[in-house]
T-cell receptor, first 109, second 116 residues
Framework: GQNIDQPTEMTATEGAIVQINCTYQTSGFNGLFWYQQHAGEAPTFLSYNVLDGLEEKGRFSSFLSRSKGYSYLLLKELQMKDSASYLCAVADSNYQLIWGAGTKLIIKP | NAGVTQTPKFRVLKTGQSMTLLCAQDMNHEYMYWYRQDPGMGLRLIHYSVGEGTTAKGEVPDGYNVSRLKKQNFLLGLESAAPSQTSVYFC???????????????FGEGSRLTVL
């Protein structure tokens, strides 16, 4: 079967750095997406990786290793507004998106 | 800046009742989707549409029907609601098929449905 694994919840301190991991087992791979979802709100797009390596976008970076079936989202200089759930999604061989259950990130002052 | 709009935002139904969720997008996107989101689970695709007049089944289509009569609207219907359909429903749209390339999904604010 197809599976996306993410930690259920993480806690970090304002101003620090946090890494949210995502491992996947899918039938084929055509890209990996990260979305942010604040409580009670819609998911919003953060990043897309299809090649191995690091993609940086401001305070957020996303890394992919296709051989390991692994990605992480790195958040730097954490702010209280970064408290949210972070969703990992993989496009399989049919370009269908398989979604992880999300990681709830709690930022403490 | 409307983007994707869903109505209603909240609804309580009794088992066996029917209802329709409306999704409207103003970005001229070809592709539209209905997802459900349940605690501890990833988003699951119910139905999707690749253009006006077309619909296709997703991962969990049973108990739902959809229609895309106009490009900007995508309707999700529950003919006979069941408690298992208690969920938060998200509509999304995109300019390319989700999963194909870097194109992002634009989501509506969600519709919280409770079936008693």
């Amino acid at each position: 079967g197809q599976n996306i694994d993410q930690p259920t919840e993480m806690t970090a301190t304002e101003g620090a750095i946090v890494q949210i991991n995502c491992t996947y087992q899918t039938s084929g791979f055509n890209g990996l997406f990260w979305y942010q979802q604040h409580a009670g709100e819609a998911p919003t797009f953060l990043s897309y990786n299809v090649l191995d390596g690091l993609e940086e976008k401001g305070r957020f970076s996303s890394f992919l290793s296709r051989s390991k079936g692994y990605s992480y989202l790195l958040l730097k200089e954490l702010q209280m507004k970064d408290s949210a759930s972070y969703l990992c999604a993989v496009a399989d061989s049919n370009y269908q998106l398989i979604w992880g259950a999300g990681t709830k990130l709690i930022i403490k002052p | 800046n409307a983007g994707v709009t869903q109505t209603p935002k909240f609804r309580v139904l009794k088992t066996g009742q029917s209802m329709t969720l409306l999704c409207a997008q103003d970005m001229n996107h070809e592709y539209m989707y209905w997802y459900r989101q349940d605690p501890g689970m990833g988003l699951r695709l119910i139905h999707y549409s690749v253009g006006e007049g077309t619909t296709a089944k997703g991962e969990v289509p049973d108990g739902y029907n959809v229609s895309r009569l106009k490009k900007q609207n995508f309707l999700l219907g529950l003919e006979s609601a069941a408690p298992s359909q208690t969920s938060v429903y998200f509509c999304a749209s995109s300019s390319q098929l989700a999963g194909e390339g870097p194109g992002e999904l634009f989501f509506g604010e969600g519709s919280r449905l409770t079936v008693l």
